[in-house]
């Protein structure tokens, strides 16, 4: 159960886009269609903003999107706004049935 | 709306136990997995361990397994975590998730957390 890998941080400015990568095995990313991202605001409840790769819940922005190839998904956040800035997880189902995180990504508004 | 609850967190000291639980509402708990993740500090999220919507699958982390047991009832709306055998590197702020669907590995709702130090 070795964690997905993640990028430590990311920056971008406003209005640009960005993506953040996450890298993970055959048993875990690249074996199943099961890769959620979640934005996390220190202190508070983590949101599911990615689930199954590419599907948004109700409620959160076209902003997000999400893709995988192979064993690495990607989260992309296209015209980047100050309230994006969190920390970014991406999880994903594996093969022991069980859930794996990423080290998680600190996105930087510029 | 939906909401969720921890309770139980503390200072503990190392090889005690404890037990957290999770207060559910605003939807048909039944119909849903659960999870506990968690967050050292300083540190990412780290799944626990998650708990089918009958519970009749429980599935753990490495780190936890043979520890940690969860455990849900259905008729109160809750789910707990019974926490052995408690290590310094167990501390943590610990989440209770409800899982999207009836066994989904993803989360879409999330509590705000309790903390649990493990600490002589």
């Known amino acids: 159960q070795s964690a997905l890998t993640q990028p430590a941080s990311v920056s971008g400015s406003p209005g640009q886009s960005i993506a953040i990568s996450c890298t993970g095995t055959?048993?875990?990313?690249?074996?199943?269609?099961?890769v959620s991202w979640y934005q996390h605001h220190p202190g508070k409840a983590p949101k599911l903003i990615i689930y199954d790769v590419s599907n948004r819940p109700s409620g959160v922005s076209n902003r997000f999107s999400g893709s995988k190839s192979g064993n690495t998904a990607s989260l992309t956040i296209s015209g980047l706004q100050a309230e994006d800035e969190a920390d970014y997880y991406c999880?994903?189902?594996?093969?022991?049935?069980?859930?794996?995180f990423g080290g998680g990504t600190k996105l930087t508004v510029l | 709306q939906v909401q969720l609850v921890e309770s139980g967190g503390g200072v503990v000291q190392p090889g005690k136990s404890l037990r957290l639980s999770c207060a559910a509402s605003?939807?048909?708990?039944?119909?849903?997995?659960m999870h506990w993740v968690r967050q050292a500090p300083g540190k990412g999220l780290e799944w626990v361990a998650v708990i089918w919507y009958d519970g009749g699958n429980k599935y753990y982390a490495d780190s936890v397994k043979g520890r940690f047991t969860i455990s849900r009832d259905n008729s109160k709306n809750t789910v707990d975590l019974q926490m052995n055998s408690l290590r310094a590197e167990d501390t943590a702020v610990y989440y209770c998730a409800r899982g999207r669907t009836r066994h989904s590995s993803d989360s879409d709702y999330w509590g705000q957390g309790t903390l649990v130090t493990v600490s002589s």
């Open positions: 999880g994903s189902y594996t093969s022991s049935s069980t859930q794996v």
């Open positions: 605003g939807f048909t708990f039944r119909s849903h997995g």
């Open positions: 055959s048993s875990d990313v690249g074996g199943y269609n099961y």
